[in-house]
């Protein structure tokens, strides 16, 4: 058996802040490169340098025709942006991607753990871009106001 009469000063795995950002504004993209959904972030001020942030992503978003949207986040500290993807290039050029046959819209989630090593203010900014110069939309149908819905992003500091 395992008792904890041994274990003293265990304090990794704690939540010791959470941030939220609801995304509620209609954006629309035809762009095949990266850009910033400008609004779409949020910010935390790490206690310890030896601290994770787990980053909680929800997209909900839209397009059709078999196009692939492709998300990707940035890590920004001082004005100094870090790509936070673990691969580039080719096909893989993304953290998380959606791809809808025909119209639709749908969520999209994403959970990265970074480890940004730092005290200072960290500001996670996402990036998209699509396969194509198809319409791409976030909060809103692709073609229409009609229907839509939120995003959100919601970091947790993690004691190390």
Excluded: C
Aim: aromatic share 8%; no cysteine.
């Amino acid at each position: 058996s395992i008792t904890n009469s041994g274990v003293t000063g265990v304090s990794g795995g704690k939540i010791l802040q959470v941030v939220n950002t609801l995304f509620t504004t209609p954006v629309t993209s035809t762009s095949s490169s990266y850009v910033n959904i400008s609004g779409f972030e949020a910010s935390i001020t790490p206690a310890a340098t030896t601290s994770k942030v787990l980053i909680m992503i929800s997209v909900y978003n839209s397009t059709r025709n078999g196009v692939t949207t492709k998300f990707k986040i940035q890590r920004s500290v001082g004005g100094s942006e870090t790509d936070l993807r673990t691969h580039t290039g080719g096909d893989d050029d993304h953290m998380f991607t959606n791809q809808v046959g025909a119209a639709n819209m749908m969520t999209t989630s994403y959970t990265h753990l970074d480890s940004p090593n730092t005290t200072s203010a960290i500001t996670y900014k996402i990036y998209w871009k699509g396969d194509s110069t198809q319409l791409k939309a976030i909060n809103r149908y692709d073609n229409s106001e009609s229907y839509q819905g939120n995003s959100t992003i919601t970091l947790m500091e993690v004691a190390a």
